[in-house]
C-alpha cells in the first residue's frame, strides 16, 4: 500500500536528533567551520545517544532502528552542521554498516560494538592518489606474509573523512595484482598501527570541521583474522558500502540545502526591500517555492533508497538517483540561498555561505555525480532492453 | 515512507488502464495527433471500462478507486496517446463534481449514461477569453427566469468542446460579490443556445478538441445547478484541487513515454562503431531523465496518497504539478537530443511527447499559479 507515513519510533528519532542538533550542534557550527576543528564533544554525545550506529542492531552496541530513521537523524545533524554530519554518516555507512553485514562474530564483537556505541570512530579507505572513481585501478597491495598469520600493507589512500581522528579504518587493498575488480580486498585495520601515518589535515573548501587526510601504509602489518569478508570480495564489499553510503550522503545534502532554505525564507520575511518585506515580491516566492519543491523531491527519493533497504531490496540505482538528486538539489538551492540573501549571503556573519560551501562536495564523494549517472543510465538501459 | 506499492484494487485499475492504452490508444495515437482527430470510439471504449469515473462510487458505474489508482491509470493512459487522455481526465473530474456536490436525483440522472458510453466525454467550462489564472473575474452570466436559468457568456480552451455530452458550466448568478457570486450547471449537449466554435489549432494534444463555448440564451432548468447558488466557485476549485495531481500523472505519463522512445533509440542506433547507448553523451540524458522522473512520480504519489486520506495537500499538489509538468518538457527535450535529427521524425514518439508536454505547464493552473501556492504555504509554515 502506498504509504508514505513516519512511523513513530522514526519520528521519534527524528526528534531526539533535532533537539540535539539544535542544542549542542547548531550554537557551534559558525565556530568549529572558522577553526576548521573537529567537534570531538559533538561527536562523543552522539555516540551516546545512539547516533553513530542508528540501524545496527542493539545486540552489537547499536540503537536497533531502520535506515528511514537513519535518513531523518542524519537531515537533521546536517541542517545544523554538515561537517558533524558527515563525521556520523562514515561511521554508520561506511564502517558499521560493512562490519555488520561482512564481519565474522568476532570482528562485530571486537570492533562494531564500540563503533556502533561510540566509544571508537571509524574511517573508510578506498580513494588513492592516483584512483577515485575508477576504483578498480587502486594500488595499495597487502600481500600475505609467507607463514600465512598476517598481511603486509603498503600504499597511500587518499581523502579519508575522519583518517585524523579514528580508532579503526575499513581498507580496500588489492590482493591480487592485475585482477582489476576481482583482487581487491576489504580489511579491518586498527589505528593507530606501526608503519600507518596519518598524513597533514587536508585544507578544505566546506565541511572544514570535518578532518581529512591520507592514510599513508608502509609495511603495515595487519592480522589475517582482521580480513573482512572472503579473499577477492573487496571490491564487493566497496560496492555495497557505497549504495548504503550514498544514501547517508544523499540525507546530508537534504540536512545542507534544508538549512539554507529555512534561513531564506525567514531572512526573506525580515529583510524590506521597496518599502515591504522581500517575500511580498515573486521573484523572492518563485525562488522559495523552487527550493522547497526540490528539497521535497529529494527527500523523498532519499527516503525511497533507505525503505528499499531496510526491505533488503536491491537498491543500487535508487541510492544513486538520492545521492546525485539531492546534491545537485543542495548545491542549486544553496545557490539560490546566498541570492536571496544578496550581499549578506556572501559574507560569513550569515549562514548560508557555509552551506554553500559545504553542499559542494555531496556532488563529489562517495562516488561522484558522474559515476552516480553512470549507475543510473546502466540500470534504465537494462530495464527497457529486458 | 512505509511502502511504494499499490494495493491490489489500484494495480488492477492500473493494469486496466494499461491494457486500454495499449490496445485503444497506442495504435491510433500518431495519426490522431497528425489528423487531429478525437478518438470517439476509443473513448467511449473507456467510459465502458469505467475509466471516465475512477474515483466515482461504482453504485453509478465507477470504479471507486482513488486517488493514488487514478494517477495510475492516468499515466499509463498518457504514455500511450496524452491528448485522448486529456478528455478523459476532464471528463472524470465533471463526474466527480457531479458526486461530490449532486445531489441524489442528478447523480442519477447523469452518472450511469457518462459511464457506460453515452458520451464521448464531459467538459470542464470555467476559463474565458479574458479570464483564465484568475478564475474569480469570470463574466458569463446565468439569469434566474422562473424554474430556468439563462445562460450567457463565452468560455474558452474548453477541451473535448462540441463533442461532449455534458458541460460543466461556470456562470454568474450575481453581478458583484467576486467568486461567491459564482454558480455551477450541467448543461447537456444539444440544449438549444449552447454551441462550439471551430477547433483550435494546437501545438500538442491535438487527439484532443479544444474550443470556446458561446452560451446565447442558452436555457437550463434550476434543477441542472449544482450546489447552491453562490456555490460554483468552490465547486470549481474542488475540482482543480484534484486535477493538479491528475495532470502531474500525465505529466509522467509523457515523460516516461519520451525516455522509452529514446532508450530503444539509443540502444539501436550506432555511433562510432558502438551503440549509441555506450556514449557518455546518450547515458547522461537517460540518467538525468530517469532521475526526474523518478522524483516526479514520487511527488505525484504523495499528494495522491494524502488526498486518498483526506489529508491538506494543496502544496504537494502544487509541488507535483509545477515539477513533473516542467520535468516532463525538460525529459521530452532531451529524448529528442538523443535521437538527433530523427527526434523530429513523427515515427517516433519523442516529438508528439515534446509537443504535449508543454500545455501542462498551463492548463489547470499555470507553473506560476503552482509556485504562488507553494511559496504562500512555505511562508506560512516558517513565519
Known amino acids: ?386 | 515512507m512505509r511502502d511504494l506499492q499499490p494495493q491490489a484494487a489500484q494495480a488492477q485499475v492500473q493494469e486496466l488502464a494499461r491494457a486500454a492504452a495499449q490496445d485503444l490508444l497506442a495504435p491510433s495515437a500518431t495519426a490522431n495527433d497528425r489528423d487531429e482527430r478525437f478518438p470517439e470510439d476509443a473513448m467511449r471504449h473507456l467510459a465502458r471500462s469505467g475509466l471516465f469515473g475512477i474515483n466515482v462510487p461504482k453504485a453509478y458505474g465507477g470504479l471507486e478507486a482513488g486517488v493514488v489508482a487514478y494517477a495510475l491509470a492516468v499515466r499509463e493512459l498518457a504514455s500511450a496517446c496524452a491528448g485522448t487522455t486529456v478528455g478523459l481526465m476532464v471528463t472524470n473530474m465533471v463526474a466527480e463534481a457531479i458526486t461530490r456536490f449532486g445531489d441524489e436525483s442528478q447523480r442519477q440522472r447523469w452518472l450511469p449514461g457518462l459511464l457506460s458510453g453515452a458520451h464521448a466525454a464531459a467538459s470542464f467550462c470555467l476559463s474565458e477569453p479574458g479570464s483564465g489564472s484568475d478564475a474569480a473575474s469570470l463574466r458569463a452570466t446565468a439569469r434566474r427566469e422562473g424554474n430556468d436559468y439563462v445562460l450567457d457568456g463565452t468560455k474558452a480552451w474548453i477541451t473535448s468542446g462540441g463533442r461532449a455530452g455534458l458541460y460543466l458550466v461556470m456562470a454568474r448568478t450575481s453581478p458583484d460579490g467576486g467568486s461567491r457570486g459564482i454558480s455551477a450547471f450541467i448543461v447537456e449537449a444539444g440544449t438549444p443556445g449552447l454551441s462550439a466554435t471551430k477547433p483550435e489549432d494546437k501545438l500538442g494534444m491535438r487527439a484532443s478538441v479544444t474550443t470556446q463555448i458561446v452560451l446565447d440564451g442558452c436555457r437550463v432548468p434550476a434543477a441542472n445547478r449544482l450546489g447552491d447558488e453562490g456555490d460554483g466557485f468552490k465547486v470549481a476549485m474542488g475540482s482543480l484541487d484534484g486535477g493538479r495531481i491528475g495532470v502531474a500523472a500525465q505529466a509522467c505519463g509523457i515523460a516516461a513515454a519520451a525516455q522509452r522512445c529514446a532508450i530503444e533509440f539509443a540502444q539501436g542506433a550506432r555511433a562510432d562503431g558502438s551503440a549509441l547507448s555506450e556514449q557518455q553523451s546518450a547515458q547522461w540524458l537517460v540518467a538525468d531523465n530517469a532521475v526526474e522522473l523518478d522524483a516526479g512520480w514520487l511527488l505525484v504519489l504523495r499528494a495522491a496518497a494524502l488526498k486518498d486520506k483526506g489529508a491538506p495537500h494543496s502544496r504537494e499538489a502544487a509541488m507535483a504539478k509545477v515539477f513533473c509538468t516542467e520535468m516532463a518538457s525538460e525529459v521530452a527535450s532531451r529524448a529528442l537530443q538523443v535521437l538527433g535529427e530523427a527526434g523530429e521524425d513523427s515515427r517516433y514518439s519523442a516529438e508528439r511527447n515534446l509537443r504535449d508536454a508543454r500545455v501542462t505547464r498551463i492548463y489547470e493552473g499555470t507553473s506560476e499559479v503552482q509556485r504562488i501556492v507553494i511559496a504562500r504555504e512555505c511562508l506560512k509554515a516558517l513565519s
Not at chain 1, 153 to 179: F, S, Y
Request: glycine content about 8%; charged content about 20%.
Open chain 1, 1 to 386: 500500500m502506498v504509504d508514505f507515513d513516519l512511523t513513530q519510533e522514526q519520528i521519534m528519532v527524528r526528534d531526539l536528533a533535532r533537539a540535539f542538533a539544535l542544542k549542542d550542534v547548531a550554537p557551534h557550527a559558525h565556530a568549529w567551520d572558522e577553526q576548521s576543528r573537529f567537534p570531538v564533544e559533538a561527536v562523543k554525545k552522539m555516540g551516546e545517544l545512539g547516533l553513530m550506529g542508528v540501524a545496527v542492531p542493539s545486540e552489537w552496541g547499536g540503537a536497533g532502528f531502520d535506515t528511514v530513521s537513519y535518513v531523518l537523524a542524519m537531515e537533521e545533524i546536517a541542517a545544523a552542521c554538515a561537517s558533524t554530519a558527515v563525521t556520523m554518516s562514515v561511521n554508520n555507512s561506511l564502517v558499521c554498516d560493512p562490519l555488520l553485514k561482512f564481519g565474522t562474530d568476532a570482528q562485530k564483537a571486537e570492533w562494531l560494538t564500540p563503533l556502533a556505541e561510540g566509544r571508537k570512530l571509524g574511517c573508510f579507505a578506498l580513494s588513492e592518489p592516483a584512483s577515485g572513481s575508477d576504483a578498480g585501478a587502486a594500488q595499495c597491495f597487502a600481500e600475505l606474509s609467507a607463514d600465512g598469520s598476517h598481511y603486509i600493507v603498503n600504499g597511500t589512500k587518499n581523502w579519508i573523512t575522519n583518517g585524523p581522528d579514528a580508532d579503526v579504518c575499513v581498507l580496500i587493498a588489492v590482493t591480487e595484482r592485475g585482477q582489476g575488480n576481482r583482487g581487491m580486498t576489504a580489511f579491518i585495520s586498527p589505528m593507530p598501527s606501526e608503519g600507518l601515518t596519518v598524513g597533514a589535515h587536508e585544507k578544505k573548501l566546506g565541511i572544514k570541521a570535518s578532518s581529512t587526510s591520507q592514510l599513508v601504509y608502509s609495511n603495515v602489518k595487519i592480522p589475517v583474522s582482521l580480513r573482512l569478508g572472503a579473499v577477492g570480495d573487496g571490491f564487493k564489499v566497496a560496492m555495497t558500502t557505497l549504495d548504503g553510503g550514498r544514501i547517508g550522503i544523499a540525507a546530508q545534502a537534504l540536512g545542507i540545502a534544508r538549512a539554507a532554505y529555512e534561513a531564506s525564507v525567514r531572512y526573506s520575511q525580515e529583510r524590506m526591500a521597496f518599502g515591504a518585506p522581500i517575500s511580498q515580491l515573486q521573484a523572492i516566492q518563485f525562488k522559495l517555492a523552487d527550493m522547497a519543491t526540490r528539497l521535497d523531491a529529494a527527500r523523498l527519493l532519499t527516503l525511497r533508497a533507505a525503505m528499499l533497504k531496510d526491505q533488503k531490496v536491491r537498491h543500487s540505482k535508487e541510492s544513486a538517483m538520492a545521492k546525485l538528486f539531492a546534491s545537485e538539489a543542495a548545491m542549486w538551492i544553496t545557490t539560490q540561498a546566498i541570492q536571496v540573501f544578496g550581499g549578506n549571503g556572501y559574507v560569513k556573519d550569515f549562514p548560508v555561505e557555509r552551506h554553500f560551501r559545504d553542499a559542494k562536495i555531496c556532488e563529489i564523494y562517495e562516488g561522484t555525480s558522474e559515476i552516480q549517472r553512470l549507475v543510473i543510465a546502466a540500470s534504465a538501459l537494462k530495464e527497457v532492453s529486458a
